[in-house]
């Protein structure tokens, strides 16, 4: 007879298992237990580790992180709203499956500000901007020579909050925020070498556009930027299907 994924017994806590990417929980940690669980299911849901479309076994999160039942299923109701697993009737829970469609709103949502975002701060040319642009632009350069890739991946964030933050606009921001956090998955799955190659070169003519005052090119090459996103994640699909939703 088969065995539920939430009553399977601790072998898929072994050397090599997914969930060797959760960490136990220190005694005296801050926050409570199910917020500890989530943040590290979603670190875990996010960089793949845990891969779109597996079953997630409840017993071995709580074996590997040392916790009960109750913060378990706590945490997975709260990714299960943020749309990052779902339940399946008779069979558990497991990691959702990246929806292109999901990412093509969340995409069009960050088009449509940030290439507004760019126009205005091309009119601005404000001299601290352009500063901490060409910054973070010798950051990511360095990053992609030593092979960091997290850390580029923090620095190709922090570009664009740069740019955010320079039109001071809150509530946009915060939308960005939101719609860029629900492509997290899918930017993990274009963190190759020769993304971020590329990733470097659109954010480098990005500021070359700015840099001259050109409004219209700087909309233009964030608008490619963005479009390249998705014609990256259309090819992983294809790729690897099991990854997506039909």
Known sequence: MSTSPD?????TTTVGSPYDALHKIRSGERGSLTDAVEAALREAIVTLALEPGMMIDKLAVCERMG????????????????GLVEVLPQRGTRVKPIALEDIHQHLFIRS????????????????????????????????LKTGQRLAFHGLDLAFHEILLDAINLPRVKEIVAVS?????????????PERLVHTLDEHERIFDAIRSGNADLAAKTMHDHLDQVVAELRRSAHERPDLFAP
């Not at 916790?67 to 943020?82: G, K, N, Q």
């Not at 910054?135 to 990053?143: E, P, S, Y």
């Open 180 to 192: 860029r956090s629900a492509l997290d998955r899918a930017r993990q799955l274009l963190a190759s």
């Open 112 to 143: 449509a500000l940030e290439v507004e975002t760019v126009r205005g701060v091309a009119r601005l040319r404000d001299p601290a901007t352009l500063e901490a642009l060409a910054l973070n632009l010798d950051q990511q350069r360095m990053t």
């Open 7 to 11: 009553t399977t017994t601790a072998a």
């Open 67 to 82: 916790v009960s039942r109750f913060p378990v299923s706590a945490a997975l109701a709260r990714l299960a709203h943020a």
